[in-house]
């Protein structure tokens, strides 16, 4: 059952009579915005999961992702769908450390289970499940070796997907390197990243900012991202975003400072901050959000600027970033 009983009434008021819920995108494919997505869809969506990512009979699940988030909601829309049982707890960095449950099925970020497998209790727990999904970030390769010997026995997909496509639209499983569609899935690279479009986007395009290598029998593999959208323990932070705020915090001049990441092995990617020396100390900044704080700061004398004057990003932080 839901925490919030209003909530919960009204999910299954919606679900039953076939009306829209409105989730929040989260940032993939540009500023965050209101998504509608619909009860016949939700099911064509997760009986796609059952299909092709769950190797289990027992389809018990536990929702340890945020419920109001399209991870989480997905969740609660695939138990509709299976008619399944299912326990929610608060997400947390450790979902399990608490959870005394029977579940089988469940949903984690890489920095959930970075939680889970530094704690020997939570550790002992995850023995218990048949199927894991993985999703929201990249997820490293120490990580990955780590589930593949230790939980032998657990099917585990690193999925891959958005808000805009209901779920995820392709998964891989651990130990392999290619990302398989669903059905009835087309996807394409355009020059600013790959392209979608099955029956959850309504059979049209939706453009990401994701570069893939398209391979054969509807695969592909990840390159990395083309835009300025960096993914931190699966949350979703637009550079330019944190740089208005720095700006009209600092008033700098944008010549002389911006955002990057580096990579982490909890978070994927962490946010850092450049700047130039010639802006002296940098004063305390207080954010809108809590995920927008860098997570350290780099100064240099100079940075590398195009031919209009934007800075080069990547040149810029060649040789300071790991």
Avoid at 21 to 29: A, D, K, L, P
Avoid at 133 to 145: F, H, R, Y
Avoid at 234 to 254: A, F, M, S
Wanted: charged share 20%.
């Amino acid at each position: 059952m839901l925490g919030n009983p209003e909530i919960n009434a009204d999910w299954n008021h919606k679900w039953n009579t076939n009306l829209p819920f409105e989730i929040y995108t989260s940032g993939s494919t540009g500023t965050p915005k209101p998504h509608q997505l619909w009860p016949q869809l939700l099911k064509w969506s997760a009986e796609q999961t059952r299909k092709h990512f769950i190797k289990s009979d027992n389809l018990h699940q536990l929702i340890a992702l945020p419920i109001d988030k399209a991870g989480g909601f997905m969740q609660w829309a695939r138990a509709k769908t299976w008619n399944s049982e299912f326990d929610l707890c608060a997400p947390s960095a450790n979902p399990l450390l608490e959870y005394s449950g029977k579940a089988k099925v469940s949903s984690f970020t890489p920095m959930q289970l970075e939680g889970i497998l530094s704690n020997p209790i939570s550790k002992e727990k995850l023995k218990e499940f048949k199927s894991i999904l993985i999703g929201g970030a990249p997820i490293s390769v120490k990580m990955e070796a780590q589930l593949l010997k230790e939980y032998p026995n657990i099917y585990w997909v690193h999925t891959f997907g958005m808000t805009e496509t209901y779920s995820h639209f392709a998964g891989r499983t651990l130990g392999e390197n290619e990302y398989r569609l669903i059905d009835d899935t087309r996807i394409d690279d355009s020059p600013l990243g790959m392209r979608i479009k099955n029956p959850c986007t309504h059979d049209q395009w939706v453009q990401t900012f994701d570069r893939i290598s398209v391979l054969p029998e509807n695969r592909f593999t990840w390159i990395g991202r083309t835009d300025f959208t960096i993914n931190s323990g699966g949350i979703k932070i637009q550079l330019e975003t944190v740089e208005r705020e720095i700006h009209l915090q600092t008033n700098w001049p944008l010549s002389d400072f911006f955002c990057w990441y580096e990579n982490d092995a909890v978070l994927g990617q962490k946010l850092v901050l450049f700047i130039r020396s010639n802006l002296g100390p940098v004063p305390a900044l207080h954010f809108s959000s809590k995920y927008f704080q860098p997570k350290h700061v780099h100064i240099k004398e100079s940075f590398v600027y195009s031919t209009s004057g934007k800075i080069l990003r990547a040149e810029s932080a060649q040789n300071v970033v790991k």
